[in-house]
């Protein structure tokens, strides 16, 4: 991306999906804004060598055997009062199940977010946000119990593999993954069973 990210944040009761959908109508250009430990996040819109090392990653969890890859949808975390806790668009991900009648009416209820205990593996590609990825979004991600976070770090040129998230208290901003493999970009990147050995050279020139 060539813009640094748009971070406010909120210190209202609105319901952050009203707030994510409000901002949407009043922009010209078109957004998909998200929201993480009480900020709204409007991302710069993406570069082509981030898509396109987004779509080569998540294209081998397909060839691996993994019909529940994606990219695109977004998803919901709530507090245990069922308030929202944050709301996230991944770059690829890897589901626990197809989306059931259940699910569905969970994103209608939701107006388009599905919930995020679908996500078996989520993973992001850093652009100019890093701060976020390294931080807000493996700490929303570990919160929820989300086994495996793949980031793909293009500023520090490294790719990592975090397992085991732990929540040691109640509050979800101090969530973190223990366990965290990592290496350079252009090098393969282990992930846990089921999942295949992630080829990183798309990035080895970015």
Not at 138 to 165: E, F, N, Q
Request: charge should be negative.
């Amino acid at each position: 991306m060539s813009a640094e990210p748009i971070m406010e944040k909120v210190m209202t009761e609105q319901d952050p999906i009203d707030l994510l959908i409000a901002i949407e109508e009043a922009s010209v250009a078109p957004i998909r804004p998200e929201y993480v430990e009480g900020t709204v996040i409007v991302p710069p819109r993406p570069n082509d060598q981030h898509n396109a090392g987004a779509f080569k990653l998540a294209v081998q969890f397909f060839t691996a055997g993994l019909d529940l890859a994606g990219m695109g949808n977004g998803h919901r975390s709530a507090y245990q009062d069922g308030s929202t806790m944050a709301l996230v668009i991944p770059d690829f991900y890897v589901l626990r199940r197809s989306p059931t009648e259940l699910d569905e009416a969970y994103r209608k209820a939701h107006r388009g977010w599905y919930p995020i205990d679908m996500i078996a593996l989520v993973g992001e590609v850093t652009s100019t946000d890093h701060a976020v990825g390294t931080g807000a979004r493996p700490a929303t991600y570990a919160a929820v119990g989300i086994p495996v976070y793949v980031l793909t770090d293009r500023h520090a040129r490294t790719a990592h593999c975090h397992t085991d998230p732990v929540l040691p208290g109640d509050d979800p901003t101090e969530a973190y993954y223990k366990t965290d493999e990592k290496v350079n970009l252009g090098d393969p990147l282990p992930l846990p069973a089921p999942y295949p050995t992630l080829d990183t050279a798309p990035f080895r020139g970015d």
